[in-house]
C-alpha cells in the first residue's frame, strides 16, 4: 500500500458529495489537500472541519468551466502547492431529462463544460508536472451512464462516455511514464446529483432513491482511495460500482 501522506491531493468539485468525501479520506490518511469548488462557503466549512486531520489545506474557489479562471488560479498557486501528486477530476452535473428534440441547449452545455471541459482543463494543466517529476496519479469520476444509455439521459451519458474513452486514451499516451490513470465509474450514489438535474425539486429527486439502498459518496471515496494506494506497478484502470441493488442503468430492485 502506497502510502498518500504529505502528497497533494487536488479534488474538483470538493463542497459536497463524492468530492467532499474524498477530501475527508485523504485528510484522515494525512494527505495535502488542495480542494477547488464553486462554493466558498461550503469550501470553508469543510476546511474548518477537516483541518484537524489534513496534513494542510489549500482552497480554490473557482469554476471548472471557467478556462481562464483556472489558468489563473493554477499560475498564481503558492510554488508549496504546484506539485500535484493525486489529481481527482470529480466535478461533474446533469441537468434535466428530456428527449433529445427536447432538450435545453443552456442544459446541454453546462453538462459539456463541466463533464468534459473542466476535466480536460484541470488534466492539461497538471498532467505536465507528473510526466516532468515521474510520478503521480489521474482518478476520473465516470459513470455507470457512460457504459449503459438510458431513456432521457442522451447528453448526459454522451458526456460520461466521454470520461471514460479520455481516461483511456490518456492511459495510452503515457505509457512509458510512471503516471497512472483510474476511472471510478459508480452507479446510483445519493448526493445532491439528482436535485441539481431537477434544478430543486426536492420530491422528485427523492423518488431517484426510493425503495433501494444506493451507494453513498463515502463508498466511493474508499473506491478512488483504495485506486491511488496500490503498488506503484499496479494500475487500476477502471471501476465499475453499483449498489447492490442496481444491475444496469435502468434496472433497481426497488421495495415496495
Not at 471548472?64 to 489558468?71: A, K, L, N, P, Y
Not at 463544460?113 to 515521474?134: E, H
Not at 495510452?172 to 483510474?182: A, E, F, I
Request: some cysteine; glycine content about 8%.
Amino acid at each position: 500500500m502506497v502510502s498518500v501522506q504529505d502528497q497533494i491531493v487536488l479534488i474538483t468539485g470538493a463542497s459536497s458529495g463524492i468530492g467532499e468525501a474524498c477530501a475527508r479520506v485523504f485528510a484522515q490518511a494525512g494527505a495535502k489537500l488542495l480542494l477547488v469548488a464553486r462554493r466558498q462557503e461550503r469550501l470553508n466549512q469543510l476546511a474548518d472541519e477537516l483541518s484537524k486531520d489534513a496534513s494542510s489545506l489549500h482552497l480554490l474557489p473557482l469554476d471548472v468551466c471557467d478556462r481562464s479562471s483556472v489558468e489563473l488560479a493554477f499560475s498564481n498557486l503558492p510554488s508549496a502547492w504546484s506539485s500535484v501528486d493525486i489529481l481527482v477530476n470529480n466535478a461533474g452535473l446533469s441537468r434535466g431529462l428530456n428527449k433529445l428534440h427536447e432538450g435545453s441547449f443552456q442544459d446541454w452545455e453546462e453538462m459539456i463544460d463541466t463533464n468534459i471541459k473542466g476535466l480536460l482543463y484541470l488534466t492539461r494543466l497538471i498532467v505536465p508536472g507528473m510526466v516532468s517529476r515521474g510520478r503521480g496519479h489521474i482518478v476520473n469520476l465516470g459513470s455507470t451512464a457512460g457504459h449503459q444509455t438510458y431513456p432521457g439521459g442522451n447528453v448526459y451519458c454522451a458526456t460520461k462516455a466521454a470520461v471514460r474513452v479520455i481516461s483511456e486514451g490518456l492511459k495510452q499516451d503515457l505509457l512509458g511514464t510512471p503516471v497512472r490513470v483510474s476511472s471510478v465509474d459508480p452507479g446510483l450514489v445519493e448526493t445532491e446529483f439528482s436535485n441539481v438535474r431537477f434544478r430543486g425539486d426536492t420530491e422528485r429527486a427523492k423518488k431517484v432513491y426510493q425503495g433501494l439502498t444506493p451507494l453513498t459518496p463515502a463508498d466511493v471515496a474508499d473506491v478512488v482511495f483504495f485506486c491511488v494506494t496500490r503498488p506503484l506497478h499496479v494500475n487500476i484502470s477502471e471501476v465499475l460500482l453499483m449498489p447492490t441493488d442496481q444491475a444496469g442503468s435502468m434496472l433497481f430492485n426497488r421495495q415496495a
